[in-house]
């Protein structure tokens, strides 16, 4: 106490306030913004900057790089195929690197603004075949297959802030803040941790055209939600991969990061999902309720294969969070219920009274690859697989 007395008539707390505050942004999130912003002002005529977006080799990450264009494209037919060094991004070795990027889905430029463009794209490796990390081929296959039964998907994607330090943004340098309770959906300085970065992007994702429908405040603090949907079939995985991507490059311009790990804390702390709301058709009718139900009994006796799928560790990190309590349930048991958030499946009240609509699977890790969970449960629901192993559907 004599020494921190000592420093705060010498006028040294503040100074060393500032400085533990700044330790956990990182250097360029303090460049000046104001002398980037007069570059970006200046006319770029009738070129047109394309940033391509994939997923690289962890099944995780996803990577990004910018080229001109002559002119704006108008539809992703108009963006021309590019390649990268797959020996950088885990995807292939030193002597055979070259891979394809595959433009797929085109959204605005929130950073570099109209006419710019951002695109995402899958992978191909040196043949022409996919990548391993090239889930959206095969899920585009599967939702081309069950088109008529219309699925749609909402996901809710759960993330973390942390400073560039690693420890949750916001959280006290050498300890814990309070019990969980006050933070969920929380207002307040001693409450939330963050919100200019949550805003950011949103309005990013707005502008972009990601199909985003909103966002809170999370259990544990510092912990955010997303939602992005409804999403028909493919776009599911297109949308929500975008919309990763502007997470991590605002969280780039704030200085801090973002993570998906599904328990970033471990302790008596909440982890972090991707909830995945989905319905067909059938469902979304009179009477939908009797083909929920018929779904979630074909989701029980397929419950090991659906975990396997929905984290990118075949389950191992799922483990760490579906434990029975948090709001979750047991990694090991299947379980359905109205209104029960510690449920695998969760069918919402109002449409348990109404008697259709869509149900909640809970089991997604935060990290997982939107592709393959919604490949997933179209192929278990809809074209009926059973088993571990997934049919391969020749065309």
């Known amino acids: 106490s004599t020494n921190l007395l000592r420093k705060r008539r010498s006028g040294l707390l503040p100074l060393l306030i500032r400085s533990a505050a700044a330790m956990s942004v990182s250097h360029s999130s303090r460049l000046n913004k104001g002398v980037r912003e007069q570059y970006m002002k200046l006319p770029q005529g009738e070129k047109v900057q394309v940033t391509y977006v994939w997923i690289d080799g962890t099944g995780e990450g996803v990577r990004c790089k910018t080229r001109t264009l002559d002119q704006e494209p108008k539809t992703i037919d108009e963006i021309p195929e590019w390649n990268f060094d797959g020996s950088s991004t885990h995807q292939a070795e030193g002597s055979n690197s070259d891979m394809y990027l595959i433009p797929v889905q085109m959204f605005r430029d929130p950073f570099c603004l109209d006419p710019n463009k951002l695109v995402m794209c899958e992978v191909l490796k040196y043949n022409r075949k996919s990548a391993e990390t090239n889930l959206r081929h ?21 993330y973390t802030l942390l400073g560039i330090n690693g420890h949750p943004y916001g959280w006290p340098e050498n300890g814990f803040p309070g019990p969980q309770g006050p933070y969920y959906c929380g207002v307040g300085a001693d409450k939330v941790y963050g919100r200019d970065v949550v805003e950011s992007h949103y309005k990013a994702c707005l502008y972009a055209g990601i199909k985003i429908c909103g966002t809170n405040a999370e259990v544990m603090p510092s912990q955010w939600e997303f939602q992005v949907g409804p999403c028909e079939g493919i776009d599911m995985g297109d949308h929500l991969w975008m919309a990763r991507f502007i997470l991590h490059r605002v969280c780039e311009d704030f200085g801090v990061v973002a993570t998906l790990d599904p328990k970033p804390m471990t302790g008596n702390w909440n982890g972090a999902g991707c909830h995945t709301n989905y319905s067909t058709e059938s469902m979304r009718v ?21 975990i396997c799928v929905y984290d990118p560790r075949g389950g191992k990190d799922n483990s760490r969070r579906l434990t029975g309590q948090h709001e979750t349930s047991s990694i090991h048991e299947f379980s359905a219920g109205v209104a029960n958030r510690g449920a695998s499946i969760r069918i919402p009240r109002q449409v348990g009274q109404e008697g259709y609509g869509y149900f909640e699977d809970r089991r997604p890790a935060a990290n997982c690859d939107p592709y393959a969970v919604t490949e997933a449960l179209v192929r278990t629901t809809i074209l009926n697989e059973t088993g571990s192993e997934t049919k391969d559907y020749k065309n």
């Open 138 to 158: 095969t899920c585009k296959k599967i939702m081309e297959m069950v088109n008529d039964h219309r699925p749609w998907f909402g996901m809710e994607q759960e």
């Open 286 to 306: 009179e009477g939908g309720l009797k083909h929920i139900e018929d779904a979630i009994e074909k989701l029980g006796k397929r419950h090991d294969y659906h």
